[in-house]
């Protein structure tokens, strides 16, 4: 079983940065793909980012794509989101998620097996 630890998450102007880190528990974190999901109050959790096991490979949301860098250090068991160029509709709680079986990236939230508490990220215009 793996734990998720969310942190870095807090207040930001539009335009500026935060990077968020998800540490893992456990001695087979680069056996998980690896994603990010945000959540906005009254609206859906939604995807945002995923990293293969070995990190060669991500796949972003279109709304994050350019402005946002997944990243995973499989010797510290953590994965990295730096969000740069921040919006005001970025603002959510966001989650790290852990896939053990799919071999293929997913965006869909279904079949993530392990989710982190979160960490709010907050937006200001």
């Known amino acids: 079983q793996v734990q998720l630890v969310e942190s870095g998450g807090g207040l930001a102007q539009a335009g500026g940065s935060l990077r968020l880190s998800c540490a893992a528990s456990?001695?087979?974190?680069?056996?998980?793909?690896m994603a990010w999901f945000r959540q906005a109050p009254g609206k859906e959790r939604e995807f945002v980012a995923v990293i293969s096991r070995s990190g060669g490979s991500t796949l972003y949301a279109d709304s994050v794509k350019g402005r946002f860098t997944i990243s995973r250090d499989n010797a510290k068991n953590l994965v990295y989101l730096q969000m740069n160029t921040l919006k005001p509709e970025d603002t959510a709680v966001y989650y790290c998620?852990?896939?053990?079986?799919?071999?293929?990236?997913?965006?869909?939230?279904?079949?993530?097996?392990?989710w982190g508490q979160g960490t709010q990220v907050t937006v200001s215009s």
């Open positions: 456990g001695r087979t974190f680069s056996s998980y793909a």
């Open positions: 998620a852990a896939d053990r079986l799919r071999t293929m990236l997913s965006r869909r939230r279904e079949g993530y097996d392990y």
